[in-house]
């Protein structure tokens, strides 16, 4: 069973709406889109978070391998 998933992503997208600047939020939210194929919302999530903060460093590009 893996819970109510609609209920569960509206209120991570809720939450995000009243407070856009919330990371942990929008990680969350960003990981159960891309869980859920929903990879276009996912991606406006990920340019929203490079709006609010550049420097983070989830957007750094990281070493190659």
């Given amino acids: 069973d893996r819970g ?10 809720n939450t995000l709406d009243r407070h ?11 990981a159960q889109l891309r ?3 929903q990879v276009p919302r996912m991606k406006a999530l990920i340019e929203g978070l490079k709006a609010l903060n550049p420097g983070d460093p989830l957007l750094q590009p990281g070493p190659r391998q």
């Fill in 35 to 37: 869980d859920n194929g």
């Fill in 20 to 30: 856009p600047e919330n990371r942990d939020v929008r990680m969350a939210l960003v």
């Fill in 4 to 13: 109510d998933l609609a209920g569960a992503e509206q209120l991570l997208q």
